[in-house]
């Protein structure tokens, strides 16, 4: 996970505070490099600390919610720890949102927040609130360092505690760690001795399961004719991608996958939500599989949710390596703690090959929307449908693509999976906000076109991370704007409440035009196929700073024409 780089001892300045010289110290030599913060005073021996390491690339955001969410990005891109640093009081609070979004997201994220020290909190004093374990139910671990270092023993405690919160964000899957920092004033106060720690291994999880756990398992298997496995979202793994392709070629196996799970292949079932739409009333118990097994994280459908929950399976595996048990639909009845490349190249040796009519029916139904999809699209008025159908094919292969919440990922679902291209969306929580921050994030550690396309409220709700000095040229934004909060008129309730356009929808007339000028991005507007169609070729260019595209589309026509879609799908 670490790679560890060659440690040279630097004669630099750093905090007097010992306790986070020497975090500043073994996070170096844990292999991690980068660090967002959010300026303040009371977090000044941090700001001494880590921008004075010259081993430590240290950006400043001054929004704490924009910046949390850009180290979000930044920790997908490399897979490793990105550490985030605030003042004290309620700026620690602004981190929640991505901190959540990283538990659920399964991210690595170092979260480090300044305090005062024990005897100043709730007295009035300025600035502080209760900050042990302030994030709660949404962190691996959470660790205070001892404010004071005194002795060898503190010493050996504090560094115990920072390798162990290091490697928790790590392993057995990656996550948010929390680290409280009481410091008492003087706080401004530098020195050039600093503290060394001494790096601790991780401990060592069993990653070859015996052999007789497979034959178990695969026991269980060969009794079903029909095994369903769905990908949720997951980072680019190319040697799962190879064994999956493998594994379900000439078997009776079906694999579903969505955009976000990041996975390829001619005999995958992608595009869920199609061909749910076109499974009629009596084929139902047809398509409900013996055995279903799933990995990865949350997923996008619930088509697919709503159908297993109502259409049960005799069993459903769920696979991860720590061994979590979320029971999406309902039904789960054995965690499997197991890599999903591990458990799939390995059990290939020993399930049975079934005749492939379960396979079979679901790739004719793939293959049957695709078809019908394609004649609705070639027919279909220009709305946000239309504009994804363009957008989506014109998107040059190498790009990362950042999918928006609410509707932006919904609508990408409908058009399957383009290889060479990764996926991206914040679906931990699915929420709005920090959209523009995390693609924002990911663009910065990566030289390569990041893409964020997005619903106008998703955009204007993070406009603030807009409010960046370390925005770079290839983080390029689309905002479909069709005037609110368009996911609200496809949901049955909202969609014919005499209150959809105040309070569900949120109906406005603000543009990005304004908001793109103020923070130097390059603004591009669009209001048809055509005009989209003849601006796109510019957009994708190589240009010296970000660059905002702006498509409006009819705000009330859209879920008419969804609905449709969905209609005309069934046949």
């Known amino acids: 996970m670490y790679n560890m780089p060659d440690f040279t001892d630097l004669c630099t300045m750093t905090s007097d505070k010992k306790s986070i010289s020497l975090l500043a110290d073994i996070f170096v030599k844990k292999g991690l490099s980068d660090i967002v913060i959010s300026p303040g005073s009371r977090n000044a021996p941090i700001i001494l600390a880590f921008a004075n390491n010259p081993q430590i690339n240290a950006l400043s955001i001054i929004d704490e919610r924009s910046a949390a969410f850009f180290a979000l990005g930044m920790s997908i891109e490399k897979q490793k720890a990105t550490a985030i640093a605030c003042t004290s009081g309620s700026a620690a609070l602004n981190y929640a949102p991505a901190i959540a979004e990283a538990f659920y997201q399964k991210v690595p994220l170092l979260i480090l927040t300044a305090d005062r020290p024990p005897e100043l909190i709730d007295v009035g004093d300025g600035q502080t609130i209760r900050q042990k374990d302030v994030y709660g139910n949404y962190i691996k671990a959470s660790f205070e360092l001892p404010e004071n270092i005194d002795s060898q023993g503190a010493l050996e405690l504090a560094n115990r505690m920072i390798n162990r919160a290091i490697d928790l964000a790590h392993f057995p899957e990656p996550g948010p760690v929390h680290i409280n920092l009481p410091f008492s004033e003087p706080l401004y106060n530098t020195t050039v001795e600093a503290v060394e720690g001494k790096v601790l291994l991780p401990g060592i999880t069993d990653k070859n399961p015996k052999q007789s756990c497979f034959k178990a398992l695969a026991g269980q298997w060969n009794k079903y004719d029909k095994i369903l496995l769905i990908a949720g979202q997951q980072i680019v793994n190319s040697k799962l991608n190879e064994i999956l392709s493998e594994f379900v070629t000439g078997k009776n196996v079906v694999l579903l996958t969505e955009t976000t799970s990041n996975l390829f292949d001619k005999n995958f079932v992608g595009c869920i939500d199609n061909v749910l739409t076109a499974i009629n009333e009596d084929e139902l118990d047809f398509f409900k599989p013996g055995l279903l097994i799933t990995f990865g994280g949350q997923v996008v459908s619930k088509k697919i949710k709503k159908y297993l929950r109502r259409h049960k399976p005799v069993e459903h595996w769920h696979l991860s390596p720590a061994g979590e048990a979320p029971d999406t639909y309902q039904c789960l009845t054995k965690p499997v703690a197991m890599l999903p490349e591990l458990f799939f190249e390995t059990m290939a040796n020993y399930v049975n090959t079934?005749?492939?009519?379960?396979?079979?029916?679901?790739?004719?139904?793939?293959?049957?929307?695709?078809?019908?999809?394609?004649?609705?699209?070639?027919?279909?008025?220009?709305?946000?449908?239309?504009?994804?159908?363009?957008?989506?094919?014109?998107?040059?292969?190498?790009?990362?693509?950042?999918?928006?919440?609410?509707?932006?990922?919904?609508?990408?679902?409908?058009?399957?999976?383009?290889?060479?291209?990764?996926?991206?969306?914040?679906?931990?929580?699915?929420?709005?906000?920090?959209?523009?921050?995390?693609?924002?994030g990911a663009a910065y550690a990566t030289k390569n076109t990041n893409l964020l396309i997005t619903g106008d409220v998703g955009f204007l709700y993070d406009s603030n991370g807009l409010m960046n000095q370390n925005l770079t040229p290839n983080f390029k934004i689309v905002v479909v704007n069709n005037g609110g909060g368009g996911i609200f008129r496809f949901i049955p309730g909202p969609d014919t409440s005499p209150q959809l356009e105040k309070f569900f929808e949120t109906k406005h007339n603000y543009t990005a035009e304004k908001i793109a000028q103020a923070f130097n991005i390059r603004y591009v507007k669009t209001g048809s196929v055509r005009e989209l169609l003849y601006a796109l070729p510019e957009f994708f260019n190589e240009s010296e700073k970000p660059v905002l595209l702006e498509i409006f589309t009819p705000g009330n026509t859209n879920a008419i024409l969804l609905r449709k879609y969905f209609e005309y799908l069934k046949g």
């Open 354 to 440: 079934s005749p492939a009519a379960y396979a079979k029916a679901w790739m004719q139904k793939r293959n049957s929307v695709i078809n019908r999809r394609e004649d609705f699209l070639s027919q279909l008025e220009y709305s946000d449908l239309k504009v994804f159908d363009v957008l989506l094919q014109h998107i040059p292969v190498g790009t990362t693509l950042h999918l928006g919440n609410s509707t932006p990922v919904r609508y990408a679902q409908l058009f399957g999976t383009r290889e060479f291209i990764t996926y991206r969306s914040n679906r931990g929580v699915s929420g709005i906000d920090g959209q523009v921050s995390t693609a924002a």
